[in-house]
């Protein structure tokens, strides 16, 4: 099957600019995730979805970041606008259902450095 | 609320060598244990979980028990290989409590690097 996609890969931009990556999850799967992983420390959920509606965002900067997903497939985060402590590497995840023990299937990640 | 935490790293070993890498966490209710890997470059891959107490989980001769009376599920492989050279998340997810929704909880992470 196909994995979960993202883009873009990588993205530097200026403080105080705007950036979205884009995120298709694993076909089928009803709930996914936005981690924020800062270098040397584990990823940390920003967003969860169940189908187009939020299950938790209570970890989301919501004076910056948005997210949506539309039609409950694709998702889109978003930053507005971006500080230097946002550089990280944003993963979208997806799992068949959500329930204890179903694994998370990651994406590739895309890298932000903020100048 | 829950939380992992992992040995410190990065970790050094030669090739063949036994690798642990301790895992601990706190949970409210009964959570669900994994162990995922991330190779240079590639994004986070599920190396192995454990769903309740006792279980063992294995994959390419990694293997971790969930222990609950110690609250561990430290990572061990009898020989090591240069390919398995990664950054290494313990990780929980538990749906006891309020604010617990299946997400997974990751540690800080632990590198290891295997010389030959």
């Known amino acids: 099957e196909a994995g979960v996609a993202q883009s873009p890969r990588y993205k530097i931009i200026e403080k105080r600019q705007s950036v979205a990556f884009w995120c298709n999850p694993i076909?089928?799967?009803?709930?996914l995730y936005w981690y924020q992983q800062i270098l040397g420390q584990g990823p940390k959920l920003l967003i969860q979805?169940?189908?187009?509606?939020?299950?938790?965002d209570s970890q989301l900067p919501k004076d910056r970041f948005s997210a949506e997903r539309l039609k409950g497939v694709d998702s889109t985060l978003k930053i507005q606008p971006a500080k230097l402590e946002d550089s990280a590497v944003y993963l979208c995840?997806?799992?068949?259902?959500?329930?204890?023990?179903?694994?998370?299937?990651f994406g590739n990640g895309t890298r932000l450095t903020v100048t | 609320g829950d939380s992992v935490t992992q040995m410190e790293g990065p970790v050094t070993l030669s090739e063949e060598a036994f690798l642990t890498i301790n895992c601990t966490y706190t949970?409210?209710?009964?959570?669900?244990l994994f162990w995922y890997v991330q190779y240079p470059g590639e994004g986070l891959q599920l190396l192995l979980k454990?769903?309740?107490?006792?279980d063992k989980g294995s994959n390419k001769g990694f293997e971790a028990t969930y222990r609950k009376e110690t609250t561990s599920f430290h990572l061990e492989k009898g020989s090591v290989q240069v390919s398995d050279s990664a950054v290494y998340f313990c990780?929980?997810?538990?749906?006891?409590?309020?604010?617990?929704?299946?997400?997974?909880?990751f540690g800080q992470g632990t590198t290891l690097q295997v010389k030959p």
């Open positions: 995840a997806s799992s068949l259902v959500r329930v204890v023990g179903s694994p998370l299937h």
């Open positions: 076909s089928g799967h009803a709930t």
């Open positions: 979805f169940q189908n187009n509606g939020v299950v938790d």
């Open positions: 949970a409210t209710g009964y959570p669900s």
């Open positions: 454990a769903t309740k107490a006792d």
């Open positions: 990780a929980l997810s538990d749906l006891a409590g309020s604010s617990n929704t299946g997400k997974l909880i």
